[in-house]
């Protein structure tokens, strides 16, 4: 994973048990690598490789960290002034995505899954889907 260098962000590294064979064994903990309590966890999966795309808003006051538990993709992120490409491809390696931080998913490969752990439950409100409204919250501040 390279350096983040976009505000409202950074990387979680949660600690992986290879049982050779057996697999491996990732674990997050609330508090501890993720730096805040999870309220709610969701997936997703059955993506189309290299055509698929997500996200493309930020939210308010939501706080998530972002997994590529299968296979990889690319991880676009804007904070308003800069903008950064993460390839995500390491199960155990997750992206903060704090507030006011405009977040996309795409080049999704072929049986990519992700998970997100999030700060709360989900509320419409707390998106923002208009680019132009988020660059004006962002740049205001
Ligand atoms: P959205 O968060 O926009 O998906 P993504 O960022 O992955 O592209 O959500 C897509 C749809 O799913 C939207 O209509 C809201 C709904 N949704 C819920 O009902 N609950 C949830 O927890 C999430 C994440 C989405």
């Not at 969701?42 to 055509?51: A, E, G, K």
């Amino acid at each position: 994973m390279d350096d983040i260098i976009v505000k409202k962000s950074g990387t979680v590294t949660l600690k992986r048990i290879v049982d050779g064979r057996d697999g491996a064994l990732c674990i997050m903990n609330a508090l501890q690598e993720i730096p805040f309590e999870i309220k709610r966890v969701y997936y997703i999966n059955n993506l189309d490789p290299y055509s698929s795309i997500r996200g493309k808003h930020a939210h308010r006051k939501l706080r998530q960290v972002i997994f590529c538990i299968n296979g990889s993709f690319t991880l676009s992120l804007d904070d308003g002034f800069t903008k950064q490409e993460l390839l995500m491809r390491e199960d155990n390696v997750g992206v903060i995505l704090d507030p006011m931080l405009w977040h996309t998913m795409h080049d999704f490969s072929n049986g990519c899954v992700l998970l997100v752990a999030a700060s709360d439950y989900y509320q419409e409100a707390d998106y923002i889907r208009n680019y132009d409204e988020f660059l004006t919250l962002a740049r205001e501040k």
